[in-house]
C-alpha cells in the first residue's frame, strides 16, 4: 500500500504572505537595497554593491541612510548555513580581486580526494569522473564563510540585521515594494504575550532574495509573479562534525551503501567525507527527497554509515562536536526558475536553484548570482530609473545567463534526473550525458516533484544502528548539538495536513532529522489515517517537510541552530 | 591554618549549610572557630561548639537583626584581620553569597564559590568546582590569603563531635553605608511547600504518566517527601503542567539531593537540567529509556502502580 | 533616573560548552551572547527610565573587543549608551579584579541604580554584584523579584529560601534582579538597526586609573589547578517491577542512602 504527499495538501496560500505595508510612513523603515538572507549569495550582493556604491557616491548619497541591508533570520551570520563543503575559489577571487588564498576563509586546499562505491563491508575505489575533479579547490565551513563575508559586508557600509524573519513580501501596484518582518512574542495560540513586538515594513527600492533553500519569500514570490513552471526536487543533507586524533587528508565521496540501487526505492545519493584542517573532519549523507520508502531517515543512514570500517577508522578516537541538517535543490538546470526576476527585485543563490548537483558545488554560484544581481541593481538605481520598468531587471537575466553558472548547469543537466530510474540505468544515462558533454540524452528527462512520488512503509528501519552515544546518536540529542533554540510556547511554524495517511505520516516521521513530527492517535483506522503531531521547536529548518508535502514557514527571527564550524 | 566559619541563622537556629560546612572544616584543621552575626544569638553558640567550632565569635545587635549581608560584611571583615583566620568558609544561602562577595571586595581576598568539595594537598587548600553542567570538575584555589570559600547548599552532612567552645564577644561597628538598606518585612517560611529551585527533593513526571490528572501521582509522592512537584518539557507543551515547573535545557536547571523522574525518557534536552542532581531515580517502563543510562536507581516498571506504593510506604515510614 | 546596567557575555546558552585545555576556564572562542539573565537587569532598567521623565540606560560591558556584539544587542534592546571596559590586561581576572575594573568604570557614570542579572549562564560572574557594590559603598539587595522606585528610593522583593523579603534603600544603590522579576521585551527593527549609532564608549585600563597588575591574573586571588572527572555517579542499579516489589526496594534503597 502506498500514498502520496501531494495528496494531503499544507494549509498554506502564498496569498496570505503577500500584502501591502501597512505601517504609517514615518514608521516604515527605508533601505535602498534590501537583501533577504545572509548567506553567501546576500552577502556577495552586499559586498558588490559596497564597492559599486564606493565609485558611485551620487547613487550612495540618493540612497538614504541605509543604502544597503541584509536580514537574516539567524542568531547572527552563519548560524543557519550548513554544506560540505568543497568551494571553488572563482568567486571569491572575482569578488575580492587580489586577494591571496591564505586570507580567503577556507580551512585546507584539497590534496588528495577518492571515490569510494561502498558495500555494508567494503570500499572499492572508482575513478572521479571529471564533474567531481576538485584539483584548486578549498575546505571551507559555510558558516565561517557567512561569518567571513557578513564582516567584510559591515565594514564596506552594509547593515546586517541578524534575529530578523522576513515574514511577508510587500506588494504594491504589482510590484515588490520591500518585506514586513515577523512578529515575536506570540503565545502558542497566536495571541500576545506581555513582551509581544510586533514586525516592521521595510521598503527598498530593489529586493534582492537570497534566502537559499526553501526560502519563504522566495517559494511566495515564485508563486505570486507565476515564476516556476517546472518542479524544482531537493535532497537532505544531515551531516556531524568531529574532532579527530589523527589527521585525515583527502576529499571524500561515496555512492552505494547504506543507499538501495532498486528502482522501485529511488535512493539517490551518497555521502561526503572531508577533512577540516588539522584535527576534524567533516562527514554527511545527502539522500534525494524523492525517495519512496516511507521508513528511510537521512539522519539514521548517517549514523549507520559510520559504521562503516572506512568510516569508523577515519573516526576513530574522536568526539562528535556539531550536527545539522538542511536541505539542497536538486533539479538544476531543468528545475530553474523561468525567470530570475519580478517587479522590484530578483532571486539568487540556492533559492533560485543554482547548484550543481554532480559537482556538489553550489556556493560559488551563489555568490556570482549575488554579485550579478548587485550590479543590475546598481544600473536599475540610476537616476530617472527605477526597479519596476518593464525590463529594469532584465539584465540579471542575460547576465546570468552568459555566466559560467548557466554553462556548467546545462552541461550537466540531465545528469540528476537519470537517477529517477534507479542506480544502474541511472548511472548509465549520466554517464552517457558526461561522456558527451550534455548533448545526450536527446530529450531532456522531466521531473517529477518529490511529493508526489508515493511512498509505502518498508524495512529500512530494520537496520539503523541503536544509538550508543560514542559513534552513533540519536537525533534529540543530536538537535541538541545543533545549538537549537526555539522557543518552546511560540506558534509552530510548520504548516501540515494533521490528519494523513498512515504512509505519509511515517514518511514525515522518519524523514525528519530533528524529530518534529509523530504519529498521534488513529484518527480513522479504516481508511489508514492517523494525526500527526508536531513539536515546532526542535526545528531546525532544513526544509525538507515542504519538499515532501508539508510548508516550512520561518519562526520567530533569533530562533533555530547556531551552526558554528558547518 | 586558622579558620573561620560563618554560621547563618535562621529562627533562632543555627541553618545545617553552615554546620556541614563547619563539620568539613573540623575534618580538614583544629584551629578551627565559627561566628554568628545577628540579634539574640548568642543561645546557639552551644550547639556550634557542638559542630565542631573550638571557639565561637558572637557579634551581637540589634543593628544585625535583619538577615542583610553588608553589616556581616563590616563585622567579618574586622574579625578576620584582628585575628589573622587565614581561611573563611561559607555554606551557600542567597545571604551567605552576598556577604562571601562583599568580603571579598573589602579585604581583596580571593573567593571560590559553588564548590563541591575542600582538600589539603601539600599544605594547599585546594576546591573542586562542577562545571558544565556538572560534566566536569575545575580545581581551585587561592594565590592569597585570607581565602574566602562558598560551598554549595548541602555538600557536607553537620556532625556533633565537639564540646564546649570558648565564646568570644566581638564589637559591632558597621559603616554608613552597611546600613543604607532596610528589611521593611521580613519573610516567613513558605507554606505551600518548597520552589524547585530551593527543594532538596524533586519529583518530576513526563509523557509516561499518561494524561494530565496522574499528575497527582506525581503530587502525592512529592507531598509524602516534602519535596517540590517538576515536569518535563512534553509535559508543559501538552499544558499538564505550568512552565514554572519545567526542568531542562529551556525550563530551569536544578540539582536536589534527591531527584525521582516518573515516566520520564530522559532526553539530553531533560538531562541538563536536573544532571547535578545528588541522586537520581528513574521509573519507567521502557528499558532502554535514555534516562537509565545516568540515574543511580533505575526501576523499569509502571508508574501508575509503583508511584502510589511508594507515597504509601513513605508515608508510613514519616508517619505522616 | 540615570541607570547603569552591567552586562556581559558569554557563551551561547545552547552551543556545547567546552573549557579551554590551556587556560582551564570556559573557551570563550565559542559563539559568543548576550547573558541572558542580563536582559533581565536590562529591561528593569528601561522601565524604571520609562516611568520617569529624563533618565538613561548605560549599558557597561567588561570583556574582550569581540564582546561587542553583546552590547549592541543590549543598545538594540533600548539602552542609550554603552561602555565597553577591554584591555588585554583583563583577561583571566577572578571576581577580585573583576569587581576592582567594574567599580571604576561604574563610578565615572555617578548612577542613581546600578543594575545586575542575578546569575550568568557560565557562572563566572555570580555574585559580582556584592563585591562591586562593597567598593563603591553603596547599599546592595539581590535577588530582586520586584524593584520600584519612588521619592529617592528603591523598594525591592527579595526572593529568599525562607519566601521574599521587603527591603528599601535610598539611591544611589545597587540591585541584583532575579529573572522571575520581569519578561524582557524584544529589541525592535528599530532598535537593532539603529544600535550602532548610539554613543559606545570604550575603556582601557589606564583609563580606569588602574594598574596591570591590579588585573587579570596577577591582579586575581585565585587560580584554577585542573580539571578532574566529577565523581562517577557510581554503579548503577537496576530494579525490575515484578509483582509489585518494586516500591519497597525503592523505599529501602532511599533510606539505606540516607535519603529518608
Not at chain 1, 522576513?166 to 503565545?187: E, H, K, N, P
Not at chain 1, 589523527?246 to 540501487?261: A, E, K, Q, S, Y
Not at chain 1, 511560540?490 to 505520516?505: G, L, Y
Not at chain 2, 556581616?72 to 562577595?101: H, P
Request: net charge negative; aromatic share 6%; proline share 6%.
Amino acid at each position: 500500500m502506498s500514498a502520496r504527499p501531494v495528496d494531503f495538501p499544507p494549509p498554506f496560500d502564498a496569498a496570505e504572505f503577500v500584502a501591502e505595508p501597512t505601517d504609517p510612513a514615518d514608521e516604515r523603515i527605508e533601505v535602498g537595497v534590501l537583501i533577504v538572507g545572509g548567506g553567501p549569495a546576500g552577502l556577495a550582493a552586499a559586498i558588490r554593491l559596497n564597492q559599486l556604491l564606493d565609485e558611485d557616491p551620487a547613487t550612495r548619497e540618493r540612497l538614504g541612510e541605509i543604502p544597503v541591508a541584509v536580514v537574516e533570520k539567524g542568531r547572527a551570520p552563519g548560524a543557519h548555513l550548513l554544506s560540505g563543503a568543497v568551494v571553488n575559489p572563482r568567486a571569491f577571487r572575482q569578488l575580492f580581486p587580489g586577494m591571496l588564498s591564505e586570507d580567503m576563509p577556507f580551512r585546507s586546499r584539497v590534496e588528495r580526494e577518492g571515490l569510494y562505491y561502498l558495500t555494508s563491508k567494503r570500499a572499492l575505489r572508482l575513478p572521479a569522473p571529471p564533474t567531481m575533479w576538485n584539483h584548486g579547490n578549498y575546505v571551507a565551513s559555510i558558516s565561517e564563510i557567512g561569518r567571513w563575508l557578513a564582516e567584510r559586508a559591515e565594514e564596506g557600509g552594509a547593515m546586517i540585521v541578524p534575529e530578523t524573519a522576513a515574514r511577508t513580501l510587500l506588494v504594491s501596484g504589482g510590484r515588490v515594494v520591500g518585506i514586513r518582518t515577523g512578529d515575536r512574542g506570540r503565545g502558542r495560540d497566536g495571541g500576545e504575550l506581555p513582551n509581544f513586538e510586533a514586525g516592521s515594513d521595510i521598503t527598498a527600492r530593489v529586493t534582492i532574495l537570497a534566502e537559499g533553500t526553501q526560502g519563504h519569500l522566495t517559494g511566495v514570490a515564485l508563486d505570486r509573479f507565476g515564476m516556476q513552471s517546472r518542479p524544482q526536487v531537493w535532497a537532505l543533507g544531515v551531516k556531524e562534525v568531529w574532532e579527530v586524533p589523527n589527521r585525515f587528508d583527502r576529499v571524500v565521496h561515496t555512492m552505494g551503501w547504506p543507499l538501495r540501487g532498486g528502482r522501485k526505492f529511488r535512493e539517490f545519493g551518497g555521502s561526503f567525507i572531508y577533512p577540516l584542517g588539522e584535527n576534524m573532519v567533516a562527514l554527511g549523507m545527502v539522500v534525494g527527497l524523492d525517495y519512496a520508502d516511507a521508513s528511510l531517515s537521512v539522519h539514521d543512514l548517517l549514523q549507520e554509515l559510520k559504521t562503516h570500517p572506512l568510516v569508523r577508522g577515519i573516526l576513530a578516537g574522536g568526539k562528535r562536536v556539531s550536527w545539522g541538517a538542511k536541505t539542497i535543490p536538486e533539479g538544476g538546470f531543468l528545475a530553474l526558475p523561468d525567470r530570475f526576476h519580478f517587479p522590484g527585485g530578483m532571486i539568487v543563490g540556492d533559492g533560485a536553484g543554482l547548484v550543481n548537483v554532480p559537482a556538489l558545488k553550489g556556493i560559488h554560484y551563489a555568490m556570482r548570482s549575488g554579485m550579478l544581481a548587485a550590479e543590475t541593481a546598481l544600473e536599475a538605481l540610476q537616476p530617472g530609473r527605477t526597479a519596476w520598468e518593464p525590463g529594469a531587471l532584465e539584465s540579471y537575466d542575460s547576465a546570468l545567463k552568459k555566466s559560467y553558472v548557466w554553462k556548467d548547469l546545462e552541461r550537466v543537466r540531465n545528469m540528476r534526473p537519470a537517477f529517477q530510474y534507479g542506480f544502474t540505468r541511472g548511472a548509465m544515462l549520466a554517464g552517457a550525458a558526461l561522456n558527451s558533454f550534455g548533448k545526450l540524452p536527446p530529450r531532456d528527462l522531466k521531473l517529477e516533484s518529490d511529493a508526489q512520488v508515493p511512498v509505502f512503509i518498508g524495512e529500512r528501519s530494520r537496520t539503523f544502528p541503536a544509538a550508543d552515544g560514542q559513534l552513533t546518536f540519536d537525533k534529540l540529542s543530536s538537535v541538541y548539538l545543533s545549538g537549537n533554540k526555539t522557543r518552546d510556547d511560540a506558534p509552530s511554524h510548520i504548516r501540515i495536513d494533521r490528519k494523513v495517511r498512515r504512509e505519509v505520516a511515517e514518511a514525515w516521521v522518519r524523514m525528519c532529522p530533528a524529530q518534529v513530527y509523530e504519529i498521534g492517535g488513529e484518527a480513522s483506522p479504516a481508511g489508514n489515517v492517523v494525526d500527526v503531531e508536531v513539536t515546532a521547536s526542535n526545528c531546525v529548518q532544513c526544509g525538507a517537510i515542504t519538499a515532501k508535502g508539508g510548508r516550512l514557514t520561518p519562526p520567530e527571527g533569533g530562533d533555530g541552530p547556531e551552526y558554528r564550524v558547518m | 591554618m586558622p579558620t573561620l566559619v560563618y554560621v547563618e541563622d535562621h529562627e533562632g537556629e543555627p541553618v545545617k549549610g553552615s554546620l556541614g560546612v563547619l563539620g568539613k572544616a573540623a575534618d580538614l584543621g583544629d584551629d578551627i572557630a565559627a561566628v554568628l552575626l545577628g540579634s539574640g544569638v548568642e543561645p546557639l553558640a552551644e550547639s556550634v561548639g557542638a559542630h565542631g567550632a573550638k571557639r565561637v565569635f558572637i557579634a551581637d545587635d540589634s543593628a544585625l537583626a535583619a538577615p542583610l549581608p553588608q553589616p556581616r560584611v563590616d563585622v567579618l571583615a574586622k574579625l578576620v584581620e584582628s585575628e589573622g583566620f587565614d581561611t573563611v568558609l561559607f555554606g551557600a544561602s542567597v545571604l551567605a553569597a552576598d556577604i562571601a562577595a562583599g568580603l571579598a571586595a573589602r579585604l581583596d581576598a580571593g573567593l571560590n564559590w559553588d564548590l563541591v568539595d575542600l582538600e589539603l594537598r601539600d599544605g594547599k587548600l585546594v576546591g573542586k568546582r562542577p562545571e558544565l553542567g556538572d560534566s566536569v570538575v575545575a580545581e581551585v584555589g587561592w594565590t592569597s590569603e585570607p581565602r574566602l570559600a562558598l560551598i554549595r547548599s548541602g555538600t557536607f552532612e553537620p556532625s556533633e563531635s565537639g564540646s564546649s567552645p570558648e565564646i568570644v564577644r566581638v564589637d559591632v561597628r558597621l559603616e554608613d553605608f552597611s546600613t543604607k538598606a532596610v528589611m521593611v518585612e521580613q519573610a516567613h517560611e513558605e507554606s505551600q511547600g518548597p520552589s524547585i529551585e530551593d527543594a532538596d527533593v524533586i519529583v518530576a513526571g513526563g509523557r509516561g504518566l499518561g494524561q494530565a490528572e496522574n499528575f497527582s501521582l506525581v503530587e502525592g509522592l512529592a507531598k509524602a517527601l516534602g519535596g517540590a512537584v517538576a515536569a518535563t518539557r512534553a509535559v508543559v507543551d501538552a499544558g499538564w503542567y505550568p512552565y514554572a515547573t519545567q526542568v531542562g535545557q529551556t525550563g530551569k536547571t536544578v540539582s536536589p539531593k534527591l531527584y525521582i523522574a516518573c515516566g520520564i525518557s530522559g532526553a539530553i534536552q531533560h538531562k541538563v537540567g536536573m544532571q547535578g542532581s545528588g541522586t537520581i531515580v528513574a521509573i519507567n517502563k521502557d528499558p532502554n529509556a535514555p534516562i537509565f543510562e545516568y540515574s543511580d536507581l533505575a526501576v523499569v516498571g509502571d508508574v501508575h502502580e509503583i508511584v502510589p506504593k511508594l507515597t504509601d510506604l513513605v508515608q508510613a515510614r514519616r508517619g505522616s | 533616573m540615570k541607570i547603569a546596567v552591567c552586562v556581559k557575555e558569554v557563551p551561547d546558552a545552547s552551543a556545547p560548552k567546552r573549557l579551554d585545555p590551556q587556560t582551564l576556564r570556559l573557551d570563550r572562542s565559542v559563539a559568543g551572547a548576550l547573558n541572558e539573565f542580563d536582559t533581565h537587569a536590562i529591561e528593569a532598567g528601561l522601565q524604571l527610565r520609562d516611568e520617569g521623565d529624563e533618565g538613561e540606560v548605560v549599558a557597561v560591558l567588561m570583556g574582550p573587543e569581540r564582546a561587542a556584539d553583546s552590547l549592541r544587542k543590549a543598545l538594540a534592546i533600548g539602552a542609550d549608551r554603552a561602555v565597553h571596559v577591554s584591555d588585554e590586561a583583563l583577561a583571566g581576572s577572578d571576581l577580585v579584579a573583576t569587581s576592582k575594573a567594574l567599580a571604576k568604570a561604574i563610578e565615572r557614570e555617578s548612577a542613581d541604580l546600578v543594575l545586575f542579572g542575578q546569575q550568568a549562564g557560565d557562572s563566572d560572574g555570580a555574585v559580582l554584584w556584592a563585591a562591586v557594590a562593597d567598593r563603591l559603598r553603596l547599599p546592595v539587595i539581590s535577588q530582586a523579584a520586584s524593584l520600584e522606585a519612588a521619592d529617592g528610593k528603591v523598594k525591592v522583593k527579595r526572593q529568599t529560601e525562607y519566601g521574599y523579603d521587603v527591603i528599601e534603600a535610598p539611591v544611589p544603590c545597587v540591585v541584583a534582579v532575579s529573572d522571575a522579576i520581569n519578561e524582557p521585551r524584544y529589541p525592535s527593527l528599530k532598535g537593532i538597526m539603529g544600535a550602532k549609532k548610539k554613543p559606545q564608549d570604550m575603556l582601557s585600563l589606564s583609563d580606569l586609573g588602574l594598574s596591570a597588575d591590579e588585573a587579570g591574573e596577577t591582579g586575581s586571588r585565585t587560580e584554577v589547578y585542573g580539571l578532574s572527572d566529577p565523581p562517577s555517579r557510581g554503579d548503577s542499579q537496576r530494579i525490575e517491577d515484578d509483582g509489585g516489589s518494586a516500591a519497597e526496594k525503592i523505599v529501602e534503597y532511599l533510606s539505606s542512602h540516607k535519603l529518608i
